[in-house]
């Protein structure tokens, strides 16, 4: 794989199934959305700098029980597992480059709208879905997500 500083090349990215990585990372963002608003202050929890990189900070909540626990939360049950999960998602965060960062914050969690991104950005569609396939595969790849597709997808 390239250095973190580069984009997956065209041959490499269309060896994953980008829609299921895409979906998996969505998934896991929710995931650790539920995760910041069961132990603590969502606000405080997870800091971006002007640089984009992704900084965790402790909480001093505890989980609460809920009805709302799906197959994912069970694995990430006590609050020591939510902690490590989030710790987990800045790591992959973080390693992105500086663009794949911007775009996938934008994208997942802005939920910022493609044109908007491609007129902020002044990028074509197709060079904002390369970034953003780039941001998607290597996310998924450092996490391991990818040993999750099959299984849940």
Same mark, same amino acid.
């Given at each position: 794989?390239n250095?973190e500083?580069?984009?997956?090349n065209?041959?490499i /990215?269309?060896?994953?199934?980008? $829609?299921?990585?895409?979906?998996?990372?969505? *998934? =896991?963002?929710?995931? %650790?959305?539920?995760?910041?608003?069961?132990?603590g202050?969502y606000?405080?929890?997870?800091?971006?700098t002007?640089k984009y990189?992704?900084?965790?900070?402790?909480?001093q909540?505890?989980?609460?029980?809920?009805?709302?626990?799906?197959?994912?939360?069970k694995?990430?049950?006590?609050?020591?597992k939510?902690r /490590?999960?989030?710790?987990?998602? $800045?790591?992959?965060?973080?390693?992105?480059? *500086? =663009?794949?960062?911007? %775009?996938?914050y934008?994208t997942f969690?802005?939920?910022e709208?493609?044109?908007v991104?491609?007129?902020?950005?002044?990028?074509?569609?197709?060079e904002?879905?390369?970034i953003?396939?780039?941001?998607?595969?290597?996310?998924?790849l450092?996490?391991?997500l990818?040993?999750l597709?099959n299984?849940?997808?």
């Amino acid at each position: 794989m390239n250095s973190e500083n580069e984009f997956l090349n065209k041959y490499i /990215a269309d060896q994953f199934d980008y $829609t299921k990585y895409r979906k998996i990372v969505e *998934i =896991f963002i929710n995931l %650790i959305e539920t995760l910041l608003m069961t132990i603590g202050d969502y606000e405080n929890s997870i800091r971006i700098t002007p640089k984009y990189e992704m900084d965790y900070t402790g909480f001093q909540g505890k989980l609460t029980s809920s009805k709302i626990e799906s197959f994912l939360i069970k694995d990430y049950n006590t609050e020591l597992k939510a902690r /490590a999960c989030i710790k987990k998602f $800045t790591y992959g965060f973080n390693k992105l480059n *500086i =663009f794949e960062k911007e %775009i996938f914050y934008k994208t997942f969690i802005s939920k910022e709208k493609d044109s908007v991104l491609k007129e902020e950005y002044k990028m074509c569609n197709n060079e904002l879905n390369k970034i953003r396939k780039s941001a998607v595969i290597k996310f998924a790849l450092y996490l391991g997500l990818d040993k999750l597709v099959n299984k849940i997808l």
